[in-house]
């Protein structure tokens, strides 16, 4: 029990570094990500830390399974680069024993990330959707910068204005540039407006908002030619729509529930449903992985044997990647699924424990030979 405790405690302790710095890392890249788009309109800077929130746990679920499996390559190569493994096999720590400790720690993670990956991943993801799609059904003045030029209409315009209050709802030195569309007439194939103020106003009966513009000038004309038509206005309104698309859209699979994607029949929803089964007996396969593979030779270096694994990991996951792509495109069977996947792997994590007691086997052999 003192072994494994020690045993216990120095992967637990790896792991806690190894996955705070991945974490960290994703958090990071994932932040800017969201930084940029806050930059250019297509997020609200109040909902950066809200929809990060929720994310977490699809960070968390793929993050931990490989930061177990770092921290055993991690903590078991540095017991054999100090040679305490070898004093542990001479006591009679067996490999069998070993997997069993480390299968213990590998049990309790993956009940960590089946929790995770099966009820608080697909709640996050949910809600994170709901917030997008809110960001996306906002109109083109709601993303507004004051002092900047913006594109709107899918870049047939552009609006600028000088200032905008704190709720959003007020603009001051008001400019909107529009191009017209094809059945529009040469004379007005160009429309600009400026105003010295503009609110958003809601219609009561309707609930349709618009930009009322105050106190302005309406311009109407081809650029470059005399013809064109000015309008002098004390107030003029347009109206601000959003994707109808977005009231009928579809919820993804990721962000359904758990009970919704078993009584599914979609194969969308059937393979991601086999995601979520798959991360627990992912950080099971991992684990059985890691055992041979943190085998390190003193003479070779702390890091050699690391290398290989961790490209073997990579292996592992973007075939679990590939399956799922698979059964979503219907070049796989929904019954075959992503399983055979975590099969072959489990079949070199077993040849590499049996190739480990093989060499034991044969050492042990040869050395009864040599001393009779």
């Known amino acids: 029990m003192i072994i494994f405790r020690y045993l216990a405690r120095e992967v637990f ?5 190894v996955s705070s710095v991945l974490l960290l890392v994703i958090l990071s890249g994932r932040f800017v990500k969201y930084l940029a788009d806050a930059a250019t309109g297509k997020l609200s800077a ?64 993956a009940a960590i990330v089946g929790t995770i990956s099966l009820y608080i991943s697909p709640m996050g993801n949910a809600k994170a959707e709901a917030v997008f799609t809110e960001q996306k059904k906002r109109s083109e003045f709601d993303s507004l910068s004051p ?38 007439t040469k004379a007005s194939d160009l429309s600009v407006v400026v105003a010295n103020q503009g609110q958003q106003i809601v219609d009561p009966d309707s609930q349709q908002r618009y930009l009322l513009l105050q106190d302005g000038y309406r311009y109407e004309g081809s650029p ?34 758990t009970p919704e994607l078993w009584a599914s029949d979609n194969p969308r929803d059937q393979v991601a449903l086999q995601w979520r089964l798959s991360l627990p007996i992912l950080v099971m396969v991992v684990t059985l992985l890691a055992v041979p593979l943190s ?37 796989i069977p929904v019954q075959l699924g992503i399983w055979w996947v975590h099969l072959i792997f489990l079949v070199i994590a077993l040849l590499l424990l049996a190739r480990g007691n093989w060499r034991r086997i044969l050492s042990r052999r040869t050395r009864g030979a040599s001393h009779a």
Not at 74 to 81: F, H, P, T, W
Not at 236 to 246: R, V
Not at 296 to 323: C, D, E, H, K, W
């Open 295 to 331: 085998y390190t030779n003193p003479r070779q270096g702390r890091y050699a044997a690391m290398i290989p694994a961790i490209l073997l990991y990579i292996i592992y996951l973007v075939s679990l990647n590939a399956a799922r792509g698979g059964v979503e495109d219907g070049r």
């Open 224 to 257: 470059g030619s005399s013809d064109y038509r000015v309008t002098k206005f004390e107030g003029y309104a347009q109206l601000l729509t959003y994707d109808k698309s977005l009231d009928r859209r579809r919820v993804k699979a990721d962000a359904k529930t």
């Open 46 to 109: 109040d909902v950066l830390f809200a929809i990060m929130g929720f994310r977490l746990p699809g960070f968390l679920e793929l993050i931990l399974p490989l930061g177990l499996f770092l921290a055993i390559l991690l903590a078991y190569g540095s017991l054999y680069m100090d040679s305490e493994m070898t004093v542990l096999s001479a006591c009679g720590m067996s490999r069998r024993r070993l997997v069993g400790y480390t299968l213990i720690p590998g049990f309790f993670i």
């Open 147 to 184: 002092a900047r030029f913006q594109a709107i209409q899918g870049g047939s315009g552009v609006t600028y204005a000088g200032d905008l209050s704190d709720d959003r709802q007020r603009l001051e030195q008001v400019f909107m540039a529009e191009m017209a569309d094809e059945a529009a």
């Open 13 to 17: 302790l790896t792991m806690l570094a």
